[in-house]
């Protein structure tokens, strides 16, 4: 057993990391995550650029926030109640580590995840249509935050008590496209009507859109400053739905 | 922190589940109480749908109860999970291994989760997988194992942590006797090593190969814990022959209740079922009466006792008042009523 509070740090971040591990094993090439996680972002963007003439760059901080979107977010509804079907949820609950540490861990599932997606997307601007990136490292921060947030938000749908994820994956998609529309991605933020805007203004997507309008093409509208600290706490926010949701389960008998 | 010898393993008070809202929902789990000591093999036994599952969940932290107290090694589990998480091993109902990974990596997986140091984890995995007789098949994914290797697998992902207190929710229906045998020895052995085992079954049998006291459960409550041998005398109560009879099968009723050792009969479609402590005297005399009667027997059997029989013996209630018409039985004594625990 340990005893000081840094050995427990210590031992929830590695079983966070064990978590995290596992399911990158188990689950990346789940055809349930290639469909909802990197072929939609990607078909969602071509169906909405194709025949637009934008410049390469404001192309491509397109496709990073709607990767980071998708992909991010397409972990938590998958992956939950599929495990909590198999029981093997169970294992993961019983374990003696806090239920920060089993969110955290997800959450890094699903980062991750977009992470490795956007820089192909990334790649393939650079190399293919000699995209230059304005801020590399405000890019860096930005995809880091961005998929940390959208993960935290798949994690919302994933906390839902269902074994199915039939039943919430579909719910989770909706929301995400929904989100897409109101957030200044194929309309910029600045060509919208003030109530619109002030709809976009509520959107974690409008913040991280233009956070990579600012990193790629060094356009955006809002300080990056305002962005980064709206993607963390918007990010942290949706963490506590997520144990409030858990909680409920225990109850339930999920 | 607490860590004397004579704390309990586990003590439940009041423990209550219901699921679905108050009032309306189902009441799975209903007011029970009772203790496992230290260092035994305690059995919950109990028939399909009497709250086995939902208890153990309740133990596991799985599930929250509804009312009532847990606690585990001197640990209220509501307040103080975490050190309980630690000392315990769970082998739920479905093994839950996964899939995807070979039996080495659920096994390494787990033991990271537990926080096995890292010098010991694949010591202990060899050791187990070894033990388990899957030492060969440490590198194939799991998808080609039969049940029983699940099984096993599970089992052995259960104790890499070398918990001091181990839940067993069935642990052999659907395995091939090999296989049952080989659990049962190994939680013969874990517990002689000091493990305390919470074991969940519907077989009376492996209640009493295995446990040093045995709980029985039906409808969410407890109505008897003792040891097997005492509990027995229950469990032979109401063993019985049944016995279909034509022409005119109706009628034979009060003459067959009337043999020696009967102590009830039955009516069960067109059969009647004698319950007697002593089936295999009871079916040479069922076969004479049928002689003598000029009655041609359509269909004999002797039955073990039935878990639902075996509550309701207990319980005091009539063996067959619930669902079928009774004939009076003669001389049955009460039966064990709800002895420590239980609320009735
Ligand atoms: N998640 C749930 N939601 C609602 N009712 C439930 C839930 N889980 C179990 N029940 C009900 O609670 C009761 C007890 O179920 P439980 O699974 O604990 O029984 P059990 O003794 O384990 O049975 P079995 O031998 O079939 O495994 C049953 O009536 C069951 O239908
Ligand atoms: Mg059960």
Redesign the pocket.
Request: net charge neutral; hydrophobic share 25%.
């Given at each position: 057993m340990t005893d000081g509070w840094q050995e427990r740090v210590i031992d929830e971040i590695a079983q966070a990391w064990t978590v995290t591990v596992k399911d990158i094993k188990v689950y990346y090439l789940r055809p349930g995550m290639i469909m909802f996680g990197v072929l939609m972002p990607f078909f969602l963007f071509f169906s909405f650029s194709i025949r637009r003439h934008i410049a390469a760059t404001q192309g491509e901080a397109r496709l990073l926030a709607l990767t980071l979107l998708f992909t991010a977010a397409a972990a938590g509804p998958f992956i939950i109640p599929l495990e909590r079907r198999l029981g093997t949820y169970d294992r993961l609950m019983a374990a003696p580590m806090s239920l920060l540490t089993l969110l955290l861990g997800k959450m890094a599932v699903g980062a991750l995840f977009a992470i490795a997606v956007s820089l192909v997307a990334l790649l393939a601007g650079v190399l293919v249509f000699g995209v230059a990136v304005a801020h590399p490292w405000l890019l860096a921060v930005g995809i880091l935050l961005g998929a940390c947030c959208f993960a935290a938000l798949g994690l919302v749908f994933g906390s839902i008590p269902t074994r199915s994820p039939g039943d919430v994956q579909m719910p989770s998609v909706l929301l995400r496209w929904g989100l897409l529309f109101i957030s200044g991605v194929f309309v910029p933020l600045r060509d919208m009507a003030p109530l619109a805007r002030a709809v976009a203004y509520l959107s974690p997507l409008t913040y991280a859109q233009d956070l990579m309008d600012h990193a790629v093409a060094g356009t955006g509208m809002l300080s990056p400053h305002l962005d980064v600290a709206a993607l963390l706490l918007f990010g942290i926010l949706f963490l506590s739905p997520s144990i409030w949701l858990h909680r409920r389960s225990r109850q339930?008998?999920? | 922190m607490v860590t004397s010898h004579d704390v309990e393993a586990i003590e439940v008070e009041n423990l209550t589940?219901r699921?679905?809202r108050p009032g309306e929902?189902?009441?799975?789990?209903d007011h029970i109480s009772f203790a496992v000591h230290r260092g035994e093999v305690f059995g919950f036994l109990?028939?399909?749908?009497?709250?086995?599952?939902?208890?153990?969940?309740m133990l596991t932290t799985l599930?929250e109860p509804s009312e009532g107290r847990i606690i585990i090694n001197g640990y209220d589990l509501a307040r103080d999970a975490y050190p309980v998480k630690r000392q315990m091993g769970l082998v739920p109902?479905e093994s839950n291994v996964y899939t995807e990974l070979t039996a080495w990596d659920n096994l390494m997986f787990t033991a990271r989760l537990y926080r096995v140091p890292r010098k010991e984890r694949a010591e202990r995995a060899r050791e187990l997988l070894q033990a388990f007789g899957l030492w060969e098949k440490r590198d194939i994914k799991v998808e080609a194992f039969s049940k029983g290797m699940r099984r096993r697998l599970s089992i052995a992902m259960a104790i890499v942590h070398r918990p001091s207190l181990l839940f067993l929710?069935?642990p052999t229906p659907g395995l091939d006797a090999q296989s049952t045998r080989a659990i049962r020895d190994l939680v013969r052995r874990l517990n002689a090593e000091g493990t305390t085992i919470f074991l969940?079954t519907?077989q009376i049998e492996e209640a009493n190969q295995l446990c040093d006291r045995v709980a029985i459960?039906n409808h969410?409550r407890i109505a008897a814990i003792d040891t097997p041998e005492r509990l027995k005398r229950a469990f032979q109560r109401v063993q019985s022959v049944e016995v279909a009879l034509e022409p005119d099968g109706q009628r034979h009723g009060d003459a067959l209740a009337a043999l020696p050792g009967v102590t009830t009969a039955v009516k069960m479609g067109d059969k009647w079922r004698l319950y007697t402590q002593d089936p295999s005297s009871l079916l040479p005399l069922v076969v004479d009466y049928a002689r003598e009667h000029q009655a041609r027997i359509v269909s004999l059997s002797t039955l073990g006792p039935s878990l639902e029989d075996v509550f309701l013996e207990i319980t005091g209630q009539s063996v067959g008042t619930v669902r079928h018409e009774t004939q009076e039985g003669d001389g049955r004594r009460p039966g064990m009523r709800g002895r420590r625990g239980g609320r009735r």
């Open positions: 339930l008998g999920y | 589940k699921y679905g929902g189902v009441l799975a789990v109990g028939p399909n749908g009497a709250g086995k599952t939902t208890t153990q969940r599930l109902e929710d069935e969940t519907h459960i969410g």
